[in-house]
């Protein structure tokens, strides 16, 4: 399955002030490099992916700077729950995960929509091939984009709040997720769709839904 929200969540206002949050459990991809949390770098201009580095699993936050991507990690472990939240304030990037900084780096400009395809959560869109890739396999939930930029200390009580002592990695929810979406990483059957919700906080923190298709 995957999730595809067909106005690319772009930065339309103020686009030096972002940040996606994601709750995440990958499992082994069976050989697959990349997968998407939240793919958008070839459309929005920005997402989270879980990737591999030298052989080891990475949480990345890219982002189409000025029209170069730009790109931060963090080492991550397989079937392990994570909540990660990138951010990026003009100046510079951040990734957290479980609430903790674990990436930086300094970088000045806007963030760039690439192109009006769709952003995807569970899988991105290559434009060139015409065809979706990246598929997430695991457990993906409460993906959020703002564009505003939270403190590390409004971070580290969202941690607090969906994982009770903050203690992070191999914590389980304090919430029910039985709403969350399984991924299996790979192309769909097509069938019925049906209609689900990605929160978006605009600069007033006010919620906002976006209704989004989960492909079966």
């Known amino acids: 399955a995957y999730v595809e929200n067909t106005t690319g969540l772009e930065l339309k206002n103020d686009k030096q002030k972002l940040t996606v949050e994601a709750v995440f459990k990958p499992e082994e991809r069976d050989g ?24 080891n699993d990475v949480c990345v936050f890219k982002a189409n700077i000025g029209g170069t991507v730009q790109q931060i990690e963090a080492s991550i472990a397989l079937d392990t729950l994570y909540y990660a939240a990138a951010t990026f304030d003009g100046t510079q990037m ?4 479980n609430g903790e900084e674990v990436a930086s ?11 009006n395809l769709k952003t995807g959560i ?6 060139l091939n015409d065809h979706r890739r990246y598929f997430f396999k695991g457990i993906i939930d409460s993906v959020k984009v703002s564009n505003c930029v939270l403190t590390a200390e409004e971070i580290s009580t969202n941690n607090e709040e969906l994982f009770g002592n903050g203690t992070g ?41 976006v209704n989004v298709k989960l492909v079966p």
């Open 32 to 55: 697959i490099k990349t997968m998407a949390v939240l793919g958008g770098i070839t459309s929005a201009g920005y997402g989270i992916y879980v990737d591999k580095l030298d052989g």
């Open 94 to 97: 951040k990734l957290y995960l």
């Open 105 to 115: 780096k300094e970088i000045s400009g806007s963030i760039e929509k690439v192109n």
């Open 122 to 127: 569970g899988v991105e869109w290559d434009k």
């Open 169 to 209: 990695v191999g914590d389980e929810f304090t919430r029910d997720i039985v709403a969350s979406v399984a991924f299996d990483n790979t192309e769909p059957t097509r069938g019925d769709s049906v209609t689900v919700n990605v929160k978006v906080i605009n600069k007033t923190k006010t919620d906002k839904t």
